[in-house]
């Protein structure tokens, strides 16, 4: 099987679909890999990286073209005029969005969208969910901590003490247990 990892084209978007690890995987298995030149760039994935584990360095075209087209956000309309009709195409394809779903049919495409993936034992290697929400209960403490103006653990210095940082975490789901470990790990209350 062809498989296509395209550049996101989305404005703020710096992850890629695939690592070369996975990628790595996926050639191992027989399949034949295209990725877009600089898909990775962004995410710390050189092509060269990509070119060591086996895949070929293409167009947007070429990735876009594949038969599987592996995306971390929704094709726009100009990304989905290059899918060839009855592609199957896997991401963060935002379901509730009737218009792009709409849009996807009439291209004759075959899509997954990775978030509503159940959240079971079973299905866990394709939870994108919680790994996201990881990430943003990890990112938003130390976002606080740049815009908090003191220090986020006690600090005892000569001229005195500085209490620690008394946070408070909304929610205890996977964003806010990771942000009251990343809290407590930075020395706050």
Known sequence: MYIGIPQETRAGETRVAAT???VKKYVAQGH???VQAGAGVSASQ???AY???GATIGTAAEALGSQLVLKVRAPDAAELAQMKPGAVLVGMLNPFDAENNARMSAANITAFALEAAPRTTRAQSMDVLSSQANIAGYK???VAAHHYQRF???LMTA????KAARVLILGAGVAGL???ATAKRLGAV
Do not use: N, R, S
Request: zero cysteines.
């Open 46 to 48: 050189p092509d060269g």
């Open 20 to 22: 070369p690890e996975t």
């Open 51 to 53: 070119e060591a584990v």
């Open 159 to 162: 001229a005195g003490t500085v």
């Open 32 to 34: 034949k890999v295209v």
């Open 140 to 142: 938003a403490v130390l």
């Open 178 to 180: 990771q942000a009251i």
């Open 152 to 154: 986020m653990p006690m």
